[in-house]
């Protein structure tokens, strides 16, 4: 046990106390944070006014096109021919024509302009033409646009959850969002730091340095604390990242909503107050977006999730890192591990595939055993717990997990014993399954 111990603190505080370590752990969430920044910057920075002349020989939208943030209406009077030929000398981005039958004849409108014009321009101009003939044409009907907006009903319904603890508010989107980032951290995790034990097994090997550790660890022993070592690196990095990330996206938010406009933020109070009452939250009160989305993770069992997060992050590596570990010790070098390594990514692989189908049906057949074998259960249990996931089902994965953990490496260190010190030979599945058969 005190070998294992040494064994884990030599590959932790290796690992921690290199540059690239300490570099990636700041700038791993910089990265974000700068990505997360220049988005929104992009965003508003690019919003600039455009100027829209309108010939209108109809008649029928003077008073229909309105200005706003991002484009500005001017209206003439001259003949189409005039309007071409002194387009290119205004500071007008674009010319909308609209022929006097354009009632009879939609298709017949034009769009003038020196270069292409956007695709959200366009769309824009093309919406309030076709509004106000909808308009005509109902008006006509005998039927008024009022009455067709009154006749639309939006319905968003709440979703509860009947259990012996009595009902209790759900979330589905809260779920399928908390559980898809859960899988997906798993699952590159497992790549990531599994990877890792795999080279440096394979580095100490080529270098020969393991022949002089191997003279005082038993080959178990040394295998074991590098898995172990290996996924304390990974767990500390991990927190790093979140409570780094989460200070820097908090004060990236905070910088960027004090620069809001406060016409903005005066048009998103108009148009709480312009919803009818009732239609919100219970009580007549208006819905507002950041109470629902508090409102939807508070309905999951956050302390659960966290918890088992933890154990399938940890279970989901120590299981296929104990896989890679025996791979890095059969081969010389990195090239040879090509041929070893789809046996071990297919099913992190199919597990991912899988997860986006138990999303759909997280209580399916499909859902159910793949959340209980230990090569897929990591993922796709994660999938499902938000969801809510019996006891007895997360008991039996997670036990099965252990056991598949331990299966994994008791396999991959009857390999690692006798690859470790195996050089010059060119290794084949058939030599492996002799490894392991060994006395």
């Not at 769009?111 to 093309?126: M, P, Q, R, T």
């Not at 990877?195 to 097994?201: A, D, Y």
């Not at 191997?214 to 304390?232: C, D, E, Q, R, T």
């Not at 933020?265 to 977006?289: S, T």
Request: hydrophobic fraction near 50%.
């Amino acid at each position: 046990m005190r070998n294992i111990f040494l064994v884990i603190r030599r590959e932790y505080l290796v690992r921690v106390k290199k540059k690239s370590f300490l570099v990636m752990t700041v700038l791993g969430p910089l990265l974000f944070v700068a990505f997360y920044g220049t988005v929104f910057w992009a965003a508003a920075s690019s919003v600039d006014t455009k100027t829209v002349q309108v010939l209108d020989e109809s008649g029928l939208f003077r008073n229909k096109f309105k200005d706003s943030e991002t484009l500005k209406f001017v209206f003439t009077d001259k003949s189409i021919d005039s309007a071409k030929a002194a387009f290119p000398s205004s500071e007008a981005n674009a010319l909308v024509y609209i022929p006097a039958n354009v009632i009879k004849a939609p298709k017949s409108v034009r769009i003038y302009a020196a270069k292409n014009v956007s695709l959200d321009l366009k769309s824009d101009i093309e919406k309030v033409i076709e509004k106000e003939i909808e308009d005509i044409k109902l008006a006509e009907a005998g039927i008024t646009h009022k009455i067709l907006e009154d006749s639309r009903v939006n319905i968003n319904s709440e979703t509860i959850s009947l259990s012996e603890e009595g009902e209790k508010t759900s979330s589905s989107g809260a779920a399928t969002v908390i559980g898809g980032i859960c899988a997906f951290l798993i699952y590159m995790s497992v790549f990531i730091y599994g990877t890792q034990v795999m080279r440096g097994i394979t580095e100490e090997k080529t270098s020969r340095i393991v022949e002089v550790i191997i003279s005082s660890v038993k080959p178990f022993h040394l295998m074991l604390g590098k898995i172990i070592g290996v996924a304390l690196v990974g767990l500390t990095q991990f927190v790093l990242w979140i409570l780094l990330t989460t200070a820097l996206t908090s004060a990236t938010s905070a910088i960027i909503g004090s620069q809001l406009s406060k016409e903005s933020v005066q048009v998103a109070k108009e148009m709480n107050k312009a919803q009818v009452p009732g239609q919100g939250m219970p009580g007549g009160n208006v819905d507002n977006p950041v109470t629902e989305v508090l409102g939807a993770v508070a309905s999951l069992n956050i302390p659960l999730i966290i918890g088992c997060f933890l154990f399938y992050y940890l279970g989901g590596y120590l299981l296929y890192s104990a896989l890679f570990g025996a791979v890095g010790a059969a081969v010389d070098n990195d090239a040879d591990t090509q041929q070893f390594m789809l046996p071990i990514t297919l099913p992190i692989i199919f597990s991912f595939v899988f997860a986006q189908f138990v999303l759909r049906d997280p209580d399916g057949t499909l859902a159910f055993w793949t959340s209980i074998i230990p090569f897929t259960s990591p993922i796709i249990m994660m999938v499902r717990i938000p969801f809510g996931v019996p006891a007895w089902e997360i008991a039996l994965s997670m036990v099965l997990l252990i056991l598949g953990f331990m299966g994994t490496t008791w396999i991959a260190a009857r390999i690692y014993r006798v690859g470790i010190l195996m050089y010059g030979k060119k290794v084949s599945y058939k030599e492996l399954v002799k490894w392991i058969f060994y006395k």
